[in-house]
């Protein structure tokens, strides 16, 4: 499954595809986000801080936002990559349901504590519904699908649920451990509350 796939088309990105100039202003903005906020900072504050012009950074992003998204798209793509490899280890479908959630929250909550500011972009992008953020959603729920199918071929999995519906339904019982605008008030339910909620949904799963 490939992780986070490129949405330029809808994330601001523009201008000369020169990749070393998008991932300088990038690295920057993600540094200055990290001791200014990204609400604080302006496309001024950025281009003052790397030495370019705001109309030279508008060559290759179109806003703030779009300087954001990347970063976001970098950060969800990265728990997105380490889910994946947890769910691969899984011996079965329940495992690996077990492994999908508990790792997703795990990292969601590491980033609260040691990068709060990063955290917040996340935030934020959640709360306005950017296209990074509604991707990361979309293909954690293809993960979810495909393990639910792996459990029905396997026997360990109801067959009568339609397979659409399961899916909204778990998506929407983790959204408290997963959507980081959530997780702030929900951060003291890790691990035991996550875990019997996990328990929880798979006995709903049962056949």
């Known amino acids: 499954m490939t992780i986070l796939k490129d949405t330029a088309a809808t ?37 003052k801080a790397i030495g370019f012009s705001k109309a030279y950074i508008y060559k290759f992003f179109d806003s703030k ?71 990361y959603q979309v293909q954690i729920a293809e993960m979810v699908a495909q393990i639910i199918l792996e459990g029905r071929e396997s026997g360990e999995f109801e067959r009568k649920t339609p397979i659409d519906e399961a899916v909204r339904a778990i998506m929407l019982v983790f959204m408290p451990f997963m959507n980081p605008v959530m997780l702030q008030y929900n951060l003291d339910a890790i691990p035991d509350g996550r875990t019997e909620v996990v328990s929880l949904v798979l006995r709903s799963l049962a056949p």
């Open 65 to 135: 936002q779009a300087i954001g998204e990347a970063i976001c798209a970098q950060c969800l793509g990265s728990v997105l990559a380490s889910a994946q490899e947890s769910v691969a280890d899984g011996k079965s479908a329940t495992d690996k349901f077990r492994r999908l959630f508990n790792k997703i929250s795990t990292l969601s909550a590491e980033l609260f504590f040691n990068d709060r500011k990063l955290y917040d972009i996340a935030a934020v992008s959640c709360a306005e519904q950017w296209p990074s953020s509604e991707a």
């Open 11 to 47: 994330t601001g990105l523009r201008g000369p595809v020169d990749h070393g100039i998008r991932d300088q202003i990038i690295d920057a903005a993600d540094e200055h986000f990290s001791h200014y906020g990204y609400a604080k900072t302006t496309v001024a504050d950025l281009a």
